[in-house]
C-alpha cells in the first residue's frame, strides 16, 4: 500500500508513530509522513531544521515531508498559534502533494486541527481516510481550564464534530473514547468505530533489574498538568525516613520545575528528577526500577485514557502502582500487576508504595502479570497486523 501519514509530530520527537511507521515500511509498505518541525517537549524548534534545512528527509525507509512550523513554547496562546499554523501550512503542502496513495493515516495526539491537512488529502485524491484517535477533542482542553460553557469549547465541539464525520474509519487507543464519540458528540451510529490499542517498543523489553539494596521507583513520561506528578513528590515527602526507598522521575513538561521545586522545598533526598531522555535511553531506567509510577488527575477526560507508558511498563516486566481512575486503574486490577488508589490521594499512595517495598513476592509475581498481560492484550506484531488489515480492508473497499 502507499500511506500517507498524517502527525504533528515524528522523530526526532519520540512518540510511537515512529516505530509504526519504520514497521510498516519493514512490511513493504510505501509510507510517506507529512509532519512539522521537531520542537517537543521543549517548545523550541530544534536547530537543525532550522531555516528550511531537512524539510524533505528519508529515515528508515519512512519518506517525511516537514512544512513550517513556529515551536509550540510554554504558554496556551502559543501552543494554539502551534496548532493552527500546523493545520494551515500542513493543508497547503497538501495541496502540492504529486504523489498518488491508496490511503490517509491520522496519528491524531492532539489536537484535531491535526485532522485537517489529511481530510483535503483525501478530497483531492479520493481515498480513505483513517483517524486514530489518542486524545478526544474538544473535551481534552477542559483540562486547561476551559469551560464547557465557554465560546472557543462549542466552536471546537463543531469543527470536532466536523472533523471526526470525515473519516472512513475512526480507531481508538481506549475502549472509553467511543463512548465520548458516540456519547457526547453524537457521532452517527453507522460511523465506524474499532478499539487498536497501543504496544510498546521492543527497546523497553529488559531482562533484569539493578540490584543496589533501594526499593527504586520509577516515573517516565511527560510531566505536565494532568500527569498529576506533585502526588509522587507528596507521597516522597510522607516516605522521607524511609531511607530504602527512592523515587526517579524521567521526563520533562510544563509543571517539572515546579514539582522540583515542590521537592526542595520538603528538602527531599529520596527523589531525583533526570530530564527528558530518548527512548534509546530510556532501558537503563526500566533495568533500575523495582516498580514503576503512575499518576494522573481526576478528570473526565484523563479517566478514560489508556496512556501508552502502561504497555512500555508492562513489557518490562515490573509492578505498576498508580494513583489514578478510570481505564488506567481497570486495566492494573485487570492485569493483577500491581496496587492502585484513587486520584491525587497521596496518602493512600504512600501507604501502597510501602506495603510494596516490603513484599517481594508479590513484586515478583505482579512483574509477572504484567507481562503476559501485555503479551495477550498489546503485543506489537499482533497490533501492526490489526493495522494493516484494517488499512488493506479500506483500500479493497474503495
Given at each position: 500500500m502507499k500511506l500517507l501519514v498524517v502527525c504533528q509530530h515524528f522523530y526526532p520527537e519520540q512518540f510511537r508513530i515512529n516505530d509504526i511507521c519504520f514497521e510498516l515500511v519493514k512490511k513493504g509498505h510505501d509510507v510517506t509522513v507529512l509532519t512539522g518541525l521537531p520542537n517537543y517537549p521543549k517548545g523550541k524548534v530544534l536547530k537543525d531544521y532550522k531555516w528550511f534545512k531537512n524539510r524533505k528527509q528519508n529515515i528508515n525507509g519512512v519518506k517525511i515531508i516537514r512544512c513550517s512550523l513556529i515551536g509550540r513554547?510554554?504558554?496556551?496562546?502559543?501552543m494554539g498559534i502551534n496548532?493552527?499554523?500546523?493545520?494551515?501550512?500542513?493543508?497547503?503542502?497538501?495541496?502540492?502533494?504529486?504523489?498518488?496513495?491508496?490511503?490517509?493515516?491520522?496519528?491524531?495526539?492532539s489536537p484535531i486541527t491535526m485532522t485537517w491537512p489529511a481530510i483535503l488529502v483525501k478530497k483531492m485524491k479520493k481515498i480513505p481516510l483513517i483517524i486514530h484517535v489518542l486524545d478526544q477533542w474538544p473535551v481534552s482542553i477542559?483540562?486547561?481550564?476551559?469551560?464547557?460553557?465557554?465560546?472557543?469549547?462549542?466552536?471546537?465541539?463543531?469543527?470536532?464534530?466536523?472533523?471526526?464525520?470525515?473519516a472512513d474509519l475512526i480507531t481508538c487507543s481506549s475502549k472509553s473514547?467511543?463512548?465520548?464519540?458516540?456519547?457526547?458528540l453524537k457521532l452517527p451510529k453507522e460511523k465506524k468505530f474499532l478499539y487498536l490499542p497501543s504496544y510498546a517498543e521492543d527497546t523497553y523489553k529488559i531482562s533484569g533489574t539493578t540490584k543496589n539494596n533501594k526499593f527504586d521507583l520509577v516515573f517516565a513520561g511527560n510531566i505536565g498538568p494532568a500527569q498529576s506528578v506533585e502526588t509522587i513528590v507528596e507521597a516522597a515527602n510522607i516516605l522521607k525516613d524511609n531511607e530504602d526507598i527512592m523515587f526517579h522521575i524521567v521526563g520533562d513538561g510544563l509543571t517539572k520545575a515546579s514539582c522540583e521545586e515542590l521537592a526542595k522545598k520538603y528538602k527531599l533526598n529520596n527523589i531525583k528528577f533526570y530530564g527528558f531522555f530518548n527512548v534509546s535511553?530510556?532501558?537503563?531506567?526500566?533495568?533500575?526500577?523495582?516498580?514503576f509510577?503512575?499518576?494522573?488527575?481526576?478528570?473526565?477526560?484523563?479517566n478514560s485514557t489508556l496512556p501508552a507508558k502502561i504497555q512500555s511498563y508492562m513489557i518490562s516486566g515490573k509492578p505498576i502502582i498508580g494513583a489514578i481512575n478510570g481505564e488506567v486503574k481497570d486495566v492494573i486490577e485487570d492485569a493483577k500487576c500491581g496496587l492502585c488508589c484513587e486520584s491525587l490521594n497521596y496518602k493512600k499512595f504512600a501507604q501502597l508504595i510501602l506495603e510494596a517495598s516490603k513484599s517481594k513476592i508479590k513484586l515478583k509475581e505482579w512483574g509477572k502479570n504484567a507481562k503476559e498481560y501485555y503479551l495477550k492484550n498489546y503485543e506489537k506484531d499482533k497490533c501492526i497486523a490489526d493495522l494493516e488489515k484494517v488499512m488493506q480492508d479500506l483500500c479493497n473497499k474503495k
Amino acid at each position: 500500500m502507499k500511506l500517507l501519514v498524517v502527525c504533528q509530530h515524528f522523530y526526532p520527537e519520540q512518540f510511537r508513530i515512529n516505530d509504526i511507521c519504520f514497521e510498516l515500511v519493514k512490511k513493504g509498505h510505501d509510507v510517506t509522513v507529512l509532519t512539522g518541525l521537531p520542537n517537543y517537549p521543549k517548545g523550541k524548534v530544534l536547530k537543525d531544521y532550522k531555516w528550511f534545512k531537512n524539510r524533505k528527509q528519508n529515515i528508515n525507509g519512512v519518506k517525511i515531508i516537514r512544512c513550517s512550523l513556529i515551536g509550540r513554547g510554554t504558554s496556551t496562546i502559543r501552543m494554539g498559534i502551534n496548532y493552527l499554523w500546523f493545520a494551515l501550512f500542513g493543508s497547503l503542502k497538501a495541496l502540492f502533494m504529486k504523489k498518488n496513495f491508496d490511503l490517509v493515516y491520522v496519528y491524531q495526539l492532539s489536537p484535531i486541527t491535526m485532522t485537517w491537512p489529511a481530510i483535503l488529502v483525501k478530497k483531492m485524491k479520493k481515498i480513505p481516510l483513517i483517524i486514530h484517535v489518542l486524545d478526544q477533542w474538544p473535551v481534552s482542553i477542559t483540562t486547561g481550564g476551559i469551560s464547557k460553557d465557554s465560546f472557543i469549547y462549542k466552536i471546537l465541539t463543531k469543527l470536532s464534530i466536523a472533523s471526526y464525520n470525515k473519516a472512513d474509519l475512526i480507531t481508538c487507543s481506549s475502549k472509553s473514547f467511543k463512548k465520548y464519540l458516540n456519547g457526547e458528540l453524537k457521532l452517527p451510529k453507522e460511523k465506524k468505530f474499532l478499539y487498536l490499542p497501543s504496544y510498546a517498543e521492543d527497546t523497553y523489553k529488559i531482562s533484569g533489574t539493578t540490584k543496589n539494596n533501594k526499593f527504586d521507583l520509577v516515573f517516565a513520561g511527560n510531566i505536565g498538568p494532568a500527569q498529576s506528578v506533585e502526588t509522587i513528590v507528596e507521597a516522597a515527602n510522607i516516605l522521607k525516613d524511609n531511607e530504602d526507598i527512592m523515587f526517579h522521575i524521567v521526563g520533562d513538561g510544563l509543571t517539572k520545575a515546579s514539582c522540583e521545586e515542590l521537592a526542595k522545598k520538603y528538602k527531599l533526598n529520596n527523589i531525583k528528577f533526570y530530564g527528558f531522555f530518548n527512548v534509546s535511553e530510556m532501558p537503563k531506567f526500566y533495568e533500575l526500577a523495582d516498580a514503576f509510577l503512575i499518576t494522573m488527575v481526576d478528570n473526565e477526560v484523563v479517566n478514560s485514557t489508556l496512556p501508552a507508558k502502561i504497555q512500555s511498563y508492562m513489557i518490562s516486566g515490573k509492578p505498576i502502582i498508580g494513583a489514578i481512575n478510570g481505564e488506567v486503574k481497570d486495566v492494573i486490577e485487570d492485569a493483577k500487576c500491581g496496587l492502585c488508589c484513587e486520584s491525587l490521594n497521596y496518602k493512600k499512595f504512600a501507604q501502597l508504595i510501602l506495603e510494596a517495598s516490603k513484599s517481594k513476592i508479590k513484586l515478583k509475581e505482579w512483574g509477572k502479570n504484567a507481562k503476559e498481560y501485555y503479551l495477550k492484550n498489546y503485543e506489537k506484531d499482533k497490533c501492526i497486523a490489526d493495522l494493516e488489515k484494517v488499512m488493506q480492508d479500506l483500500c479493497n473497499k474503495k
